[in-house]
């Protein structure tokens, strides 16, 4: 069947065709035609996200995406079997952006909508390339919204074993940017700075930050405390040279991925997974990406690591047609309405 995919939830307007085939176990997909509008050059302006000025932007881009993916994919909307739109979690004015223009589509051209969670589309994302996965699995879902791990014993059995209790860890990278004057968003400027500051193995200010919960006996997260300890540092210093700035980003980058790893290892050892999964924005940090590979790689070799490439890990209309085939085959019923803080069960 064909499914017309629709995302909102945060600053991207992303529309996709997909068609699947195929019952929850061996379900396959393939990519008829994506059309994508991101917003971050206008969010960058303000230095972040404002969800009134997203909406805007989402209710004009919507039916041109519409029209771009529908060509790419050479599909007439008559043509198309279901509409998955995500219902949350994100920006509740985005969602809702995403949701009416979805029934307008239905109700013209008589499609019937599946509400779709955006989190499990980040999950879903990987199984464009791999359509048999094997569970159980574990998610680590890294975005500017999320820090989760999620165990996966099959579609219809998920559950969060672990979240962050504050911060996401993109918005922490984000934030942290922005202390050191760096545009929005600030996760691609403070992996350059960090890389460039390990290339020239610098060492001169011996910065040090802490590592939130390595040790604590559950799978949270928490990134405020440490963005805090990095603004004390930034105040204490005062006058911050570029070369200084460098080292800060480098510790703070060390200081998330010893988190991120030990926490995915803790959770490795106790669930024994066939297959590790990382979706969101934030796979796209090169240190984090390796770190991860060096980790399966080393020490757990039969683990069949999955990290989409980058068009499927940043938001997009793809995984949530994915999810929304999923979510259509497990009879998963979700409300029809904007659901900022939805979960994943
Ligand atoms: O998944 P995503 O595209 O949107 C959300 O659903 O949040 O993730 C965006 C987040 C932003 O916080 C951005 O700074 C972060 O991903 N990000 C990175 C990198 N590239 C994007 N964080 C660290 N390193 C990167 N290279
Ligand atoms: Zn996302």
Known sequence: MKLLGIETSCDETAIAVVEANGDLESASFELLGSAIHSQIEMHREYGGVYPNLAKREHIKNLPIVLEEALKKASVEMEEIDQIAVTVGPGLEPALWTGITFAKELSEKYNKPLIPTNHMEGHIASVLLANSKLEFPAIALLISGGHTELVVLNGWKDKKIIGQTKDDAVGEAFDKVARMLGLPYPGGPEISRL????????????????????????????????????????????????????????????????????????????????????????????????????????????????????????????????????????????????AQGNLKIN
Do not use: C
């Open 194 to 337: 960090a890389e460039e500051a390990r290339e020239k193995k610098m060492d001169e200010f011996n910065v040090k930050f802490p590592r939130p919960m390595l040790h604590s006996k559950d799978y949270d997260f928490s990134f405020s405390g440490l963005k805090t300890s990095v603004l004390y540092y930034i105040k204490k210093h005062g006058e911050i040279t570029p070369e200084h700035r460098q080292e800060i980003a480098r510790e703070f980058e060390d200081a998330v991925v010893e988190v991120l790893v030990a926490k995915s290892k803790k959770a490795i050892e106790e669930f024994n997974p066939k297959t590790f999964i990382i979706g969101g924005g934030v796979i796209a940090n090169k240190k984090i990406k390796e770190s991860f590979e060096a980790l399966v790689r080393e020490e757990y070799p039969n683990i069949k690591l999955l990290i989409p490439g980058k068009s499927l890990t940043t938001d997009n209309a793809v995984m949530i047609s994915i999810a929304g085939y999923l979510s259509l085959l497990s009879g998963e019923k979700l409300e029809l309405k």
